[in-house]
């Protein structure tokens, strides 16, 4: 066993570790049972409240889990997102993020470094000629958000699954996590970051991607919904140990596909 | 006193439960699983409406927030998915589905209607469904498989290409869901309304005679 092997391990069993703690953190499962006996009459009899309830809260988090689990079986690799023509496009292409669009990040292009981290043994840090230099892919396609609207958008950049191999990153590892300039962090399954689809973009429409897009570069998924889609990515990194997200934190599903 | 015991208990053995226990268990599950879709689902509606004249106060709703009524949302369907799988599979089985429900033709159903708005209806037998009752029980049944089907083509619009195709794409299962829902929503009103003026309907579907 070489060094390298044994590094590895080493990340791999801290990830064990770190996933055990949560499940001790979270002995939601081992209750899964009684909450959905429990529930019914739980939700009788305290009216209102019963979403501030901790219980509760506990028992949605549980069934939540068991639907990242569901999708992950119901994700199937080789199904594609339907594509649109130019005809399609919806003009303008809605703006949303968690704040205002005046609050959006001014990223300086010449300064930029996308840094790239955890299981991965290749080029670490790209400037954005290198990114640009890849090959290139279109597609136009659906973007569906959590509230229910959905718009048709162009975008333009370079297979993910090709970059993540460019890398070297450890495809058999669970997770992909981003951080963005706006704060916002994501992080997504690697069956879905390996998806043909899935698109590290640079453009909107042929044009350089605008700030309000996400410049310097947006991770386009049609396979998930939009809060999924990380903008503004400074940092992406391979691991084994669950990264969360800035709403799944809050309590939107971890697996978010369509 | 012995012989009395036994021989009632024998009786109530001869005569089998309006509504067997399988039955009532699964009807009370829906319901409950029927209105934490209804009441979540009108907080999902809310985050984007369909259509925009139409906002339902979210007082009424339940989750708090988008994200708690998400996890309501698809907390529940799991309860109402193999709730009426069961529900489906014994009905049919048991052949209480045919029995119960046909024949029925619109002339009954018009007959019955007429009946019961003249206030000419009988309820004294409550273990045979009137026409009216017939075709709303069944109506509700289809619905609900509607309301599944274009709530999984709304939730996994790539994955279920056929299902997607079948609402119409996207955007029109959302319009689906919704009328289906509202559908659901009249059907209720008229549900607990009926049930309000044949209150032995109620005792019948808890204790089962």
Known sequence: ?258 | MQTTLTQTRETAQRIPPIHPLWLRITHWLNAFAALILMLSGWRIYDASPVFPGIVIPTSITLGGWLGGALQWHFAAMWLLVFNGIVYLALNLASGRFLAKFFPLSPRAVLHDLIAALTGKLSHADLRQYNAVQKLAYLFVVIDLIVLVLSGLAIWKSVQFPLLREMMGGYDRARVVHFGAMALMAAFVVVHVAMVALVPRSLLTMLRGR
């Not at chain 1, 590892?173 to 998806?195: N, Q």
């Open chain 1, 1 to 258: 066993m070489n060094t390298n092997d044994r590094k590895i391990m080493k990340l791999d069993r801290a990830s064990i570790l770190a996933d055990a703690r949560r499940e001790l953190d979270m002995p939601s499962r081992r209750l899964f049972g009684k909450r959905m006996l429990t529930l019914g009459g739980l939700s009788l009899l305290t009216g209102c409240s019963i979403t501030d309830e901790d219980s509760v809260n506990t028992f949605l988090t549980a069934v939540s889990r068991l639907n990242d689990r569901a999708q992950a079986l119901l994700f199937d690799p080789k199904r594609f997102a339907p594509t649109y023509t130019e005809a399609q496009l919806t003009r303008p292409f809605p703006f949303n993020a968690y704040y205002g669009i005046d609050d959006v990040p001014h990223v300086d292009g010449g300064d930029y470094r996308l840094k790239v981290s955890g299981l991965v043994t290749g080029k670490r840090v790209w400037t954005l000629p290198e990114l640009y230099a890849l090959p290139h892919a279109e597609q136009i396609t659906r973007h569906i958000c959590v509230e229910g609207w959905s718009a048709i958008g162009r975008w333009g950049g370079t297979p993910f699954s090709e970059f993540l191999r460019r890398v070297g990153a450890d495809t058999t590892a669970k997770y992909v996590g981003f951080r963005c300039a706006d704060d916002y962090y994501e992080s997504i399954d690697m069956p879905t970051a390996l998806h043909p689809q899935t698109l590290l973009t640079f453009e909107y429409d042929g044009e350089r991607l605008p700030a309000k897009y996400g410049y310097p570069m947006k991770l386009r998924m049609p396979t998930k919904l939009g809060y999924k889609n990380p903008k503004h990515i400074v940092e992406m990194f391979v691991t084994n140990t669950y990264p969360g997200g800035y709403w799944v934190d809050q309590g939107y599903n971890w697996f978010g596909g369509s």
